[in-house]
C-alpha cells in the first residue's frame, strides 16, 4: 500500500501541500486543486509552474482528482464542457506521469425523477474511450453521485462502461442512503461501507480514506472522524485490503477541518494543515 492524499485539505498553495505531504513522509500527492482550481482548469503557465514545483520537490501524482461528472454538476449540462475538460486533463496527465483519473457519473437528480440513466453511461462510455486511447486509467468514485446511490447502481455502471474501473471512498456511503433498499415507508436505511466494499471489491483500484458518523439527518453534513473513529468500517476495510495483498494507493480525504464545504472566511488554514498531517499518522497506525 502507497500513502497520498489530497492535499488541497492541508493548504491552498502547492508549497503547502509540498510542505505537509513531505512532513509525512510520503512521495504522492493526490492532485484536485491549487490555489482553489482544479489542476485541469489552469492556465497552462499557472500548470507549468506547478509541475516545475513538483519536479524540484521530488512529489509525483498518484491520482487525478478532475471535475469530471462531479457531483456538483447535472446530467443536463453541456457535454462538450466535459469534453474539454478531458481534453486538457490528457496532456497534463502525461506530462506528470499520472495514470489514474478520478470521474463522477453526475449529480443525483431528486429519487422520484428521471435520472437519465441511458444517458450517463453514453457520457462515461465517451470518457472513458478517451481516457483509455491515451493510455489512462478511468476510476469512478463513489461520491453524491448516480453512482453513489448503490453498490448496485455502481456495478450497472461497470457493467454498461467498459474499462471502468473504481476508485472506493470509505466514508461516502456513512452519509448516504442505499436506494437498493427500500423500506416499508419508502424510506431508505444509510448504506453501510463495508458491505458496499465487499459488493464492489474485485473492481477497485483506488481507495480513499473519510471517516464519519450518519447524519441526523439527509439536508445536514455528516460529522466528519479521523479515522477508525466514525462508522464507516476503515480498519475492518484496511485489514481485508491487506489480506487481499492489495498494492495500491490509499489517499487521504480527512474532511475533518471542512475545507469544502464552509465559506473561505470560516476556514483556519493552520488548523487545516495540522489535522491533515495528525490525519495521515493517524492512519499509518492502521496500516497493517
Known sequence: MILTGFADEAGKDLHTQIKATKE???????ARGINGTNIHDLSDAEFDSAYAQLDEA??????FGSLIGTWAKSINTDFNLTLEEVNRAIPRMHKLGTKIVRVMSYAQEPWESDQQEQERFRRLREITTRFSDAGIITAHENCMNWGGFSAEHTLRLIQEVPDLKLIFDTGNPTFQRDRSKPNKDGSFPWQDSL????????HIIHIHIK????????DVE???TFPGHGLSHVKEILSDLKASQYQGFIAIEPHVATVFHAKEDEVDWQQCYNSYVKYGIELEKYIP
Open 24 to 30: 509525512l513522509g510520503w512521495e504522492y500527492i493526490s
Open 58 to 63: 521530488g512529489i509525483k501524482i498518484a491520482e
Open 195 to 202: 458491505e458496499f466494499y465487499h459488493q464492489v471489491k474485485k
Open 211 to 218: 471517516d464519519c458518523l450518519n447524519p441526523i439527518s439527509d
Open 222 to 224: 455528516p460529522e466528519y
